[in-house]
């Protein structure tokens, strides 16, 4: 069961990075993304109430737990907007490759603050998944792809702030329950999004993209936000039921799903994305799929 709910993220984040390139191409060239990450605390902040409702225990938590919690979803929100900044600059199919970088980061924070270690069949799992989506990162010719170092930089500190995230979660979700750390870190997205709307360079980025774009933006951004939350929310979920380092792991596919639906996209529609349909390349990639495949059956 815990499988179906790990990989409902990569499924969902890969759909989502696509529509958050479109998103940036489309209506942020010329506009800050932190105005983005706004649309992602609003949906928190509706995801409150109904919470509140099926969860009253959430506001018995101490105070220390609270402050833990919201700082977690802070966290998230910053990773986020490293993520955003990174694809602005680069192609959907380079970045998403960067996020394995989260495995290894969750792996030694799992073990450092929930003592979790995997035994060697997960670790050799964990390596294939890990091993096939960096292999996506090599052209045919066998040269690395061309990223710059800024974007690096940024992806780096995404993950990083990505795995403390998650392990953070674990860590009070297990101690208090699931949904009152999922309502106190969507009060730290809130905090994050109130924070950039106390911005007046950001504010009148925000309202003006309103006033230009407003059913664009609502309906796409809405939708894409939604599909976030599927992901994150079941991901969250498989947190509590296998080692983080695991989930992280398998989160680790999206890539490979980035890929299928660039594909997918490239046949159906090719002004929103373009991926290479060479036998070679597919060749390449199914492969490389067949060993994450493997690697998952190891992990799990």
């Not at 009070?172 to 360079?201: H, K, Q």
């Not at 950001?202 to 809405?222: C, D, E, H, K, P």
């Not at 894409?224 to 599927?230: A, C």
Request: net charge positive; proline share 3%; glycine share 8%.
């Amino acid at each position: 069961m815990w499988l179906l709910f790990a990989f409902s993220g990569p499924v969902l984040w890969a759909a989502s990075t696509h529509i958050d390139k479109f998103l940036v191409d489309r209506y942020f060239h010329d506009s800050d993304t932190a105005v983005l990450m706004i649309f992602t605390a609003l949906i928190g902040v509706v995801m409150l109430p109904p919470i509140a409702l099926l969860a009253p225990q959430t506001f018995s938590q101490g105070a220390a737990s609270i402050l833990v919690m919201t700082l977690s979803g802070i966290l998230y929100m910053g990773a986020m907007l490293f993520y955003l900044r990174a694809i602005q600059a680069e192609e959907a199919s380079v970045i998403a490759p960067l996020f394995q970088t989260s495995t290894i980061f969750t792996l030694f924070l799992a073990y450092v603050l929930l003592g979790e270690i995997p035994n060697w069949r997960r670790i050799a799992g964990m390596a294939l998944i890990v091993g096939a989506v960096i292999s996506l990162t090599i052209t045919p010719n066998g040269r690395s792809r061309s990223i710059k170092r800024r974007s690096v930089a940024l992806m780096t500190c995404a993950t990083f702030v990505v795995a403390l995230s998650n392990v953070l979660f674990k860590y009070f979700a297990v101690r208090s329950d699931y949904w009152s750390t999922t309502f106190w870190t969507f009060v730290g997205e809130a905090i994050f999004g109130a924070g950039i709307l106390a911005i007046p360079s950001y504010r009148r980025q925000f309202a003006m993209l309103l006033r230009t774009n407003t059913s664009a933006l609502l309906s796409i951004n809405g939708a894409n936000e939604l599909i976030n939350l599927g992901g994150g929310l079941g991901v969250r979920f498989a947190l509590l039921l296998a080692p983080v380092a695991v989930v992280s792991a398998i989160s680790s596919t999206t890539t490979l799903f980035v890929f299928v639906f660039g594909v997918l996209l490239s046949w159906l529609a090719p002004t929103i994305a373009r991926e290479d349909l060479s036998k070679g390349n597919l060749l390449r990639k199914g492969v490389a799929a067949a060993i994450a495949a493997t690697g998952v059956v190891l992990a799990s």
